[in-house]
Structures are given as C-alpha cells and as structure tokens.
C-alpha cells in the first residue's frame, strides 16, 4: 500500500532512506535508530503517515524484560500466517528506532509492503508512540527494577503505561501478564483484556526472592498474600483484604517442560483449544514470552493452534539464547541486564544448562544503565558450588570482581580480561571439551561482543533476520 506523505512527508523518507544507505556503507552500524531521528526532523509526523499503511494492524510490546523475544515470537507467528509484517528486530525501542524501521522497509517510492507491525518499545516512550501510531493490541510482559537511574521507581514506570492504555485508541486490546500483579492491575476499567499467565503449580516456589519487586496490593497497599512464585515477584497470589487477585488467564500454560538448553514443551489452553507448544528455547522467563505472545496472536484472530505450528521452528532473537561457537566451543549468548532477568538467565544456565564456565559482561553506559549497584541484588552466590571458571570483561569488570568475591567464588576461578576478543578467547579456552560457555552480558557488552563475533564470522549483524517462508495471505 502505498502512505499518504505529502511534499514533506517524501522528504522525510528520502532523508531517512539515505541516512540508512550512508550508515551501512560506512559501517557505521545498520541504519537501526539515525534514519528515525533523520526522517522525524524534516517531518515529525513521518511515522504516523507510514503506519497508516499497515492496515492488518499493530501490535506495542513493553515491558521490562523479554520485549524482543516476545515480539520475535509473535512476528514469527504471523510470518507464517502470511502477514508481511515490519518491526524494530534490532532491538532499536525508542520511538526513533520504530520510525527507522518502517522508514528502512517503505520503498523510496513510498509503497509500504508489510501489512502489519510489531513493534517493541521503551516504557517510558509507550505514551508517545501509542498517540503517534493508534496501536490495536498493547502487550505488557512484566515490570521489574531496571536502570533506576533512567526509569525511576516501578511505579512511575506503571504510571507511563497505564496513561498509555487509558488513553490508547478506541478498540484496542491490551494483553496482559496475570502473574504480575503490577501488570495485571493495569486492566482495571479497560474495555478489551486478554490475560496470559503459566497454571503449572509444580513449578511454583514457595518464597519470595529477597531481590522481588512488586510485594504489596496496587489498591490497598496490604501485603500480598503469595501461593507461590515462578520467579520475582511473577506468580499467584492474592490480596489478604479480598480486594485484588490474580485473574484468570485467557491463555495458560497448564503444563511445562523445559529440555535442557534446546527447547521446552507447554500445554496451552485458551476457551477453545488446548495444544502441545514446542520452541526452541529454555526457562521459565521464556514460558512467559511465548504465552504472551500467543495471546496477542489471538488478540489479532490467530487461533491456538497455528500458533503452536508455527513456533516449532523459532529462533531466538539475537543476545537472547542465541547459540554460536567460539574458538572450537558451543557457546549460548544471554542478556542479562537486571536482577530478576539475571537471577533467571544464571538459574536457567546452572539448572537447564549444566553450566560451568561462564563469561560475564558489565558495563555502564547510558542503555545499560549508570548506576551498577544493582549487581548487589543478583544471586551470583547460586555459581559459588558449580562455577570452574569465570571470565569478567566490560568497563565495570572490577565492580563484578568484587561481587563476585563477596558471593565466595575463590579468585583463582576469576579472571579479569578487558579486551573483548581476548576475552572470548579466554572463556573459550577455560571451557572444558564438550561443555558449553556461558556468555552473560548486559546490553551494550552484548553489541560489543556480538561486533567482535560478526568479525570473526560467528554471527551475523544484529539488524539481519532469518525469515520464514509465508503461507498465502489468507485475508
């Protein structure tokens, strides 16, 4: 379909489209965020005249962890359906990055072949880009403590979400976790709610972790009552006053089994179906971005079980479980960029990975995060029986040391290692025949590392995707 620009409007697409030719011919990355802003100064509303065209729909996935492997999962959902979708896949979430991504697919001639978007998004940024964009399904995944010196409290990041889904466009569904009682609250007086959540009680643990954020009741502030957690604060529970309980999910996971690293198998149920779901990823965090993502699959009238069919050949978005080799050894890549996403990837590697070599990456820098304290709140204490080797990079690689030192991992398991190809080179090496490495960074260690892995040949370069071939478009 071809946008309504106007004179200003091509302006901005030209500008856009040439700014992102000019970054990749001078390897200045892949054009991901620089043609967003390029394309919105000559024209502030390029965006909004460009998802005009995606007349199938669009779906805004926030949250705190999991935006990028959930909104993979469900672009690779209507991939196969045959919907031509666009979204930010390079992990690009402010409001810049979504504008470059539909700049970056609409053709010079101003044609826009995707009928649909995915589009993940800064909390902080939903607000703007639902009014730019009148999104028809919002996706909540869960909302933990991250970069507290960007975002502030938990509560002022809910507050961005919940002005934008009371204010979103007429008709639009807001999916939403059930089993985080901060994210399940936001449904309160929404019209359109689906519900997504894991029903498997087996899994549940029966404590809190000292590290959990949202432990008291968003109406009255009593002290929720827990049954039991899958991790954080991320379970069932209920207010001990009556006044707020967990809602029934729409979408459950009744069942889940987690093979190894390679892949997991969930029972799904909705009102209509109950299918078998295989993905080839690992973790209860995981669980939670594959339900999700089939909710709002549903939310767009995917039924259950093309969802099911379709996920069986998923691969994992890029830093997320992506599995390479480095120097001869099989390597899993992991972001890990706060203390609930940390404590799951470390969880996830130890119990589902018999991981004993690891490679962790800190940095500082502004998406990362300034403030390293929260390093302080991850259980590193779970590598102290089961780590051989450890292998500590990035600009704040002496702060990791020293936590490391208090969790009583022996120095002579801690090597310090601050250039990054030496680095995985060192890991590699320190990583006995037949196991696998470990590789835990946090954001911008993971480009860092990825660029050197894309060198070598590795990988291929975070803005590339592998595609899935399309079923006829059944509209």
């Known amino acids: 379909m071809r946008a309504k620009l106007g004179p200003r409007g091509s302006a901005a697409l030209w500008a856009g489209k040439l700014t992102a030719a000019l970054s990749r011919g001078l390897r200045r990355g892949g054009g991901t965020t620089l043609p967003g802003d390029v394309s919105r100064w000559v024209d502030p509303a390029i965006l909004t005249k460009l998802a005009r065209s995606l007349d199938q729909g669009t779906v805004v996935v926030t949250g705190t962890n999991g935006k990028t492997t959930t909104a993979a999962l469900l672009r690779h959902i209507l991939d196969a359906e045959g919907r031509q979708t666009v979204a930010n896949q390079s992990g690009a979430n402010l409001i810049f990055g979504v504008t470059a991504a539909l700049v970056n697919q609409t053709a010079w001639s101003g044609d826009v072949p995707a009928r649909a978007g995915v589009f993940e998004i800064d909390e902080a940024s939903l607000p703007a880009l639902v009014k730019e964009i009148a999104p028809g399904t919002i996706l909540v995944t869960n909302l933990f403590r991250d970069q507290l010196d960007r975002y502030g409290e938990l509560e002022t990041t809910a507050g961005h979400i919940r002005r934008a889904l009371s204010q979103g466009p007429e008709g639009v569904t807001a999916v939403l976790n059930a089993d985080d009682p901060m994210v399940a609250a936001l449904g309160e007086g929404l019209p359109r709610v689906l519900y997504a959540g894991l029903d498997d009680v087996s899994l549940l643990q029966p404590e809190l972790s000292h590290g959990a954020d949202a432990k008291f009741c968003p109406r009255c502030g ?115 960029k706060n203390p609930t996403g940390f404590n799951e990837v470390l969880r996830t590697a130890i119990r589902f990975g018999g991981g004993t070599s690891f490679l962790i990456a800190l940095n500082d820098r502004i998406a990362d995060g300034q403030d390293v304290s929260w390093i302080w709140d991850v259980d590193f204490e779970q590598l102290t029986n089961v780590a051989r080797h450890i292998v500590v990079t990035g600009d704040r690689a002496l702060d990791m040391r020293v936590r490391l030192k208090y969790a009583e991992i022996s120095a002579n398991r801690i090597e310090v290692v601050t250039e990054w190809p030496a680095a995985l080179q060192g890991a590699a090496e320190a990583t006995p025949e037949g196991e696998t490495l470990f590789i835990l960074p946090t954001y911008t260690a993971m480009l860092e590392l990825r660029a050197v892995l894309t060198r070598q040949g590795a990988l291929r370069p975070y803005w590339q995707r592998q595609t899935v071939e399309p079923k006829p478009d059944r509209s």
């Not at 899958?230 to 999910?249: M, S």
């Not at 969802?307 to 050894?329: D, T």
Request: aromatic share 8%; charged share 20%; with cysteine.
């Open 222 to 336: 009593s002290a929720l009552a827990f049954d039991g957690v899958y991790f954080g604060h991320v379970g069932h529970y209920h207010c001990p006053t009556g006044d707020f309980t967990r809602p029934v999910p729409d979408v459950r996971a009744t069942s889940i089994v987690i093979d190894g690293m390679e892949r997991m198998r969930l029972r799904v149920a909705d009102a209509r179906e109950v299918e078998q779901v295989e993905v080839p990823l690992s973790g209860l965090y995981n669980a939670y971005n594959v339900v999700v993502a089939i909710a709002a699959a549903r939310a767009l009238g995917v039924p259950l079980s093309r969802s099911a069919r379709a996920l069986k050949n998923f691969a994992p978005a890029f830093g997320r479980m992506e599995r390479i080799r480095v120097g001869g050894r099989p390597a899993l890549l992991l972001l890990a």
